[in-house]
């Protein structure tokens, strides 16, 4: 089976930073995509980004030039490292992950249970 470890959630005021991390952990014989999704209060969820396993990322417009995310191959573990927070940043943060398991030849998108991520003005 296929679990998360996601940890790096919390309030700031803006201006703050605050480094997200999730870990994938499990039969994963390939992690492909891995990005970050945000669900606003009452609101939809919505790409804030991600990246490919060669490294190559995209971003929402609202977030770029503020975050950026990374991966660690080794560790099977994708961050999203947030600078310069507004309060409109606020939203529930998922992790996401396209993995391969083994005895499989497509992968399957799996979803983190969420961070809380809180930016007061």
């Known amino acids: 089976q296929v679990q998360f470890v996601e940890s790096g959630g919390g309030s700031v005021q803006a201006g703050g930073s605050l480094r997200l991390s999730c870990a994938v952990a499990g039969s994963t014989y390939r992690i492909n995509t891995m990005g970050w999704y945000r669900q606003p209060p009452e609101k939809q969820r919505e790409l804030v980004a991600v990246?490919?396993?060669?490294?190559?990322?995209n971003y929402a417009d609202s977030v770029k030039d503020r975050f950026t995310i990374l991966r660690d191959n080794a560790k099977n573990t994708v961050y999203l490292q947030m600078n310069s927070l507004k309060p409109e940043d606020t939203a529930v943060y998922y992790c996401n992950a396209h993995v391969q398991e083994y005895f499989f030849s497509n992968s399957r998108s799996y979803w983190g249970q969420g961070l809380q991520v809180t930016v007061s003005s």
């Open positions: 990246i490919s396993s060669g490294g190559v990322s």
